[in-house]
């Protein structure tokens, strides 16, 4: 009794069903092992039913710091990745068909080695007579060894080398989808190079520095084994509290609570970056 | 300002794309660079406006040597196959872009930029972003833009290839008129030769790289030059033969007179609407037989293949009304003819 319509419709839901049912196994391993455990983890630090744990952690002056001192590294971390990225990007998206994936190529080498590993030749690399030091007196250009291990160099250092592919690949596919047309009418309409740079590749490619920025300055921000590795104790990140109430003192409540809190912060960083960002991103879609 | 192409050579490894281009264009005329795909068109197109460095030659505009000069200090305004508007910049920003590149005060920039808005009558939408126009509107700001600065050459290319047939009919005329309008000196690529016959005072016909004929749409048709002009331009029947004692033999036709000419081997090139047919051929000095191979129905006229008896296979377009049926069927057989005046010789070469 149903008009041709509605048959049509009842048609479209069918196979809107049938791509659900195709996602399906993913989602649930992803529900079950992923979202569930999170949930719950969260869920203990309101468990007392008050919240008692973020009082706690709002009046210890020391969590407080540490998450200002996480934010500060991560926003230091974005921007020398972004500073680091953005030529790199350009250069890889202009550069012929062998260039790009030989740049690519050795970009996606890194992430076959584990981050454990890349750290620790970091320790070998940075130490006191690691191999910069080393070289540096070698060449007479230091007399004693520079302090670039625990301590924040170092940090930062290892964390701007993980992350700068997080960086470099969503600028590159930005500036990929620039209409090489563009810049160039830019020219022959009275731009220099640079200006057209600045005018039109540039505002085209930032819904890729934004996508760029908030992945790296999100990962950043609950970043573990290498600040733990190379900070030597001198450079807290909230993360390695959040460990040290849950390996040390068992404090689950508590260890939820902060985690809710960075999960918080960087929802909300998420957002702003993004909203920040949106004129961008809309002019290239 | 008039231009001036010298020479013009450029490779690309082993490939050709210019192989020594000669062209003039003098001021305030519409040049028309027709040629298919790969002909070169496009790189010539490009070393006019500097974005390709030719290996030999020189560009000249105004009398001035421009083959190195980079291209924002050519003072040549070119509207790209795909427009090119800055998606970020709303309408009056991209008409905006050259004056302020060119430091002028913000008054008068906004002042050129409503006079140019309004000469491609799209005032109204300064306030818009590109993708909230429609093709045709787009088409007309890239035409803003590339004219606002009152450059002394424009350059098109290809601009009407994304639109419908209708809108670009339309668009056609107008850039035409504009053109005229402002006395801009205009080089025009396109690979359409319909659109290349409307819109220019000559063509230039370009194959691999050489241009090989230049002249006026009228002359350039009637008169082509090569084989490959005759046969690009328009549609064409080109009836090779012999001519000895002041006529031509070939297969399918009587002799065709043609005095004044030295003997040997000869290409007639006639035209499908100077082919006539069953009864209108019975007068035509030309004269054979052939058999219907196929009829194309095409509105105002009908195009027929006709196979002549031993002979070549030729193409005829007669028109059509009420009272003018096509003049017989497939399979059926009927007379052609054309007369000698309407039959070109193409040099062979």
Known sequence: MSSPGASRRAFGRRRELALLALGLPALLLLGAVFAWPVLRLLSLSVEGGDLAQFEKAALDGLYVSVLADSLKVAAVVTAICLALAYPVALWLSRAGRVGAAIGLFALLLPFWTSVLVRTYAWLVLLGRNGVVNRALRDWGLIEAPLPLLHNMAGVLVGMVHVLLPYMVFPIYAALLRVDPDLPRAAEGLGASSWRAFRRITFPLSLAGVSAGCALVFVLSLGFFITPALLGGGRVIMISMLIEQQVREFLDWPFAAALSTVLLIVTLAIYGLIGRLTRGGRLETA | ?349
């Open chain 2, 1 to 349: 300002m008039e231009l001036s192409i010298k020479g013009i050579v450029r490779r690309f490894g082993p490939v050709t794309a210019l192989g020594g281009i000669d062209l003039d264009v003098a001021e305030g005329e519409f040049l028309t660079i027709l040629g298919p795909s790969g002909s070169g068109k496009t790189t010539l197109l490009k070393t006019v406006a500097g974005f390709e460095i030719p290996d030999e030659g020189a560009v000249l505009l105004g009398g001035q040597d421009i083959t190195l000069t980079p291209p924002r200090k050519r003072d040549v305004g070119m509207v790209f196959q795909n427009y090119a508007l800055f998606p970020h910049m709303t309408v009056a920003g991209n008409v905006a872009f050259p004056l302020e590149m060119r430091g002028l005060k913000r008054d008068e920039i906004r002042r050129r930029v409503e006079e140019a808005l309004r000469l491609v009558e799209l005032d109204g939408f300064a306030g818009r972003l590109p993708r909230q126009l429609s093709g045709g509107q787009q088409q007309r700001v890239a035409l803003a833009r590339a004219v606002v600065f009152g450059p002394g050459l424009l350059l098109l290319d290809e601009p009407f290839g994304a639109l419908d047939r209708k809108l670009r009919e339309g668009l056609q005329l107008e850039v035409r008129r504009l053109q005229r309008r402002l006395r801009l000196t205009t080089l025009f690529i396109t690979h359409d030769q319909e659109e290349a016959l409307i819109m220019s005072d000559r063509i230039a016909v370009m194959d691999r790289g050489r241009i090989e004929q230049v002249g006026a749409p009228s002359d350039v048709y009637a008169r082509p030059a090569t084989r490959f002009v005759a046969d690009f331009l328009g549609e064409s029947n080109l009836l090779d033969g012999n001519l000895a004692g002041g006529a031509v033999r070939m297969d399918g036709f009587g002799p065709v007179p043609l005095p004044g000419q030295p003997p040997g081997p000869v290409t007639l090139l006639v035209r499908p609407e100077a082919i006539r047919l069953a009864g209108a051929a019975e007068a035509a000095p030309c004269r054979g037989r052939g058999r219907v191979v196929e009829t194309i129905f095409l509105g105002l006229s009908a195009k027929l293949r006709v196979r002549m008896e031993d002979g070549p296979e030729v193409l005829a377009r007669v028109p059509l009304r009420p009272s003018m049926p096509p003049p017989a069927g497939e399979g059926e057989w009927l007379a052609v003819g054309f007369s000698p005046e309407d039959a070109h010789v193409v040099p062979r070469g």
